[in-house]
């Protein structure tokens, strides 16, 4: 089951990664980063293929999806000085929450 979270954790940081090349690309214009946009993309699309097969499809898209929002906000506040309300930073941190306790009584299906 660590492995699956280890392919879950490198799923998210392989999307992050992705997302946060969007802006650099300027429109997919510039070459580099668009392809490493791409392979990002790719790489977390081919590492969730190993995670539906053992956690529900439910909860890894869950997980993958909030905790990509979490981070890409948290990272998009930091690198490119985008703004944040408390309001935004509370839902964040709600579903982090969510996040925490969906995994937390997920049945484990062999």
Do not use: D, R
């Not at 492995?3 to 954790?9: A, Q």
């Not at 929002?69 to 982090?96: E, H, P």
């Amino acid at each position: 089951m660590f492995k699956t979270y280890l392919f879950l954790v490198g799923a998210i940081f392989c999307e992050v990664a992705g997302t946060m090349l969007l802006p650099v690309t300027q429109n997919f214009t510039k070459l580099i980063p668009t392809t490493f946009l791409a392979i990002f993309y790719l790489i977390a699309f081919y590492l969730l293929t190993f995670v539906v097969n053992k956690l529900p499809i439910a909860i890894v898209y869950a997980t993958w999806s909030g905790l990509g929002i979490f981070t890409i906000s948290i990272l998009g506040y930091i690198v490119f000085k985008q703004n944040l309300t408390w309001q935004a930073i509370m839902g964040l941190f709600l579903i982090v929450i969510g996040v925490i306790l969906i995994n937390s009584f997920t049945g484990k299906i062999s």
